[in-house]
């Protein structure tokens, strides 16, 4: 693993390596410590890191005792897949197994990488003696950054639902049903001549007109959508709690 030099900490490979490969475990198995790393040295020159994995003494699933150590290679795979793939800049259809645990933990690396600019060269050994060796460049960095970089796409929206809770600071909350648990939208930029004016019967049920801001990135992860108000269709008294 190599960024040329030895500024900066790079410990962080480390903790971003372990959260991929265990990403790519099943959550069970995870949980066990399979997926632990320890950094056993550093090289100077290239800044090497040299690592090695910490299997737990028993692994068990479904009762039965399992090989910690093809788990742990398989995972590495999986991880060394998606480095591979996002260096030879695939879109993201193409991305192997496009799980959304694992992208995360592979997003995380790639915006640490390249907030610290550095370049990332792995060279895994398996238990079996198989070398894999894998790269992720500043190219391969930069577009992972770019595919898993969030745009807003902007779109008019109505959301109905009863009047939950409304503060002076403009955000009302609808909920979508009167059930206790049920889906809650948050709206903001609400005037606050309306809420002075009582607009919002607290239990109300009411539709709304709303701008609403939905963040994604390219891979469909890691949606985030704001409303923000525009104004009040209608108001349904007959429906209020």
Do not use: C, W
């Not at 950094?39 to 290239?46: A, D, F, H, K, N």
């Not at 550095?118 to 930069?142: D, H, K, Q, T």
């Not at 909350?173 to 609400?190: G, N």
């Not at 992860?221 to 709690?241: D, G, Q």
């Amino acid at each position: 693993m190599s960024d040329g030099s030895l500024s900066g900490d790079l410990t962080f490979v480390v903790n971003r390596f372990q959260r991929e490969i265990e990403a790519a475990l099943p959550a069970a198995l995870a949980e066990q410590g399979i997926g632990k790393i320890e950094l056993v040295s550093i090289t100077e020159g290239s800044a090497v890191l040299h690592m090695k994995p910490v299997f737990a003494t028993s692994v068990e699933q479904d009762g039965l005792e399992i090989d910690a150590e093809s788990l742990f290679d398989g995972a590495v795979r999986k991880v060394l897949d998606v480095h591979d793939a996002l260096e030879e800049g695939a879109v993201a259809a193409e991305l192997p197994g496009n799980e959304k645990k694992l992208l995360d933990a592979v997003r995380l690396m790639t915006e640490e990488l390249a907030e610290h600019d550095v370049n990332l060269e792995v060279s895994a050994l398996e238990g079996r003696g198989n070398r894999r060796l894998s790269r992720l460049s500043r190219v391969g960095i930069s577009h992972a950054v770019h595919l898993f970089e969030r745009t807003v796409q902007k779109e008019k929206q109505q959301i109905g639902g009863y009047v939950h809770t409304v503060s002076l600071d403009g955000r009302l909350t609808l909920a979508a049903s009167t059930r206790k648990r049920a889906h809650k939208s948050v709206i903001e930029q609400v005037p606050s001549a309306l809420i002075r004016a009582g607009s919002f019967p607290l239990g109300e049920y009411m539709r709304v007109a709303v701008d609403a801001e939905i963040k994604t990135d390219a891979l469909g992860n890691r949606p985030e959508t704001k409303y923000k108000f525009s104004e009040i269709l209608a108001h349904s008294p007959e429906a209020s709690l």
